[in-house]
């Protein structure tokens, strides 16, 4: 019997790239749930244990992604996440690889987008391991 597919939860404010990252996946063989606003991936992570979350850091009304992020985490404690970003602060960085978080910049280096996306997926949790650093 075949395993399911991966399910990725992708959350970003621009329709046209949720399109594309959602597309990209597919493709892949990921079931992804693309959602344009910080209440849909609320709702989504509460309704369903996705594999991996990505979320852009800025989204509506000041949300960001640490706070989908939070709350993913306080139902599966190590669900993978990649904060993707176009601009983040140094804090914001250090917060994400404080929190076993992955940074992805945008514009997204597909490889990069799909190499990330497997290796986290494959490892089941979010902590990156670290050898001796």
């Not at 019997?1 to 990725?8: E, I, T």
């Amino acid at each position: 019997m075949p395993s399911r597919k991966p399910r990725v939860l992708i959350v970003d404010d621009e329709a046209s790239v949720l399109v594309t990252y959602r597309m990209i996946l597919e493709q892949q063989g990921y079931e992804p749930t693309a959602v344009l606003s910080s209440a849909e991936a609320l709702s989504a992570v509460e309704k369903t244990d996705f594999d991996l979350l990505m979320c852009d850091l800025s989204l509506e009304e000041s949300h960001t992604g640490f706070e989908i992020f939070e709350v993913a985490r306080s139902r599966t404690p190590d669900v993978p996440c990649v904060l993707l970003t176009g601009y983040a602060s140094h804090e914001a960085v250090q917060q994400a690889e404080a929190s076993g978080i992955a940074v992805l910049f945008k514009p997204i280096d597909i490889e990069e987008f799909l190499s990330t996306i497997e290796t986290l997926v494959r490892s089941g949790h979010g902590k990156q391991k670290a050898s001796g650093e």
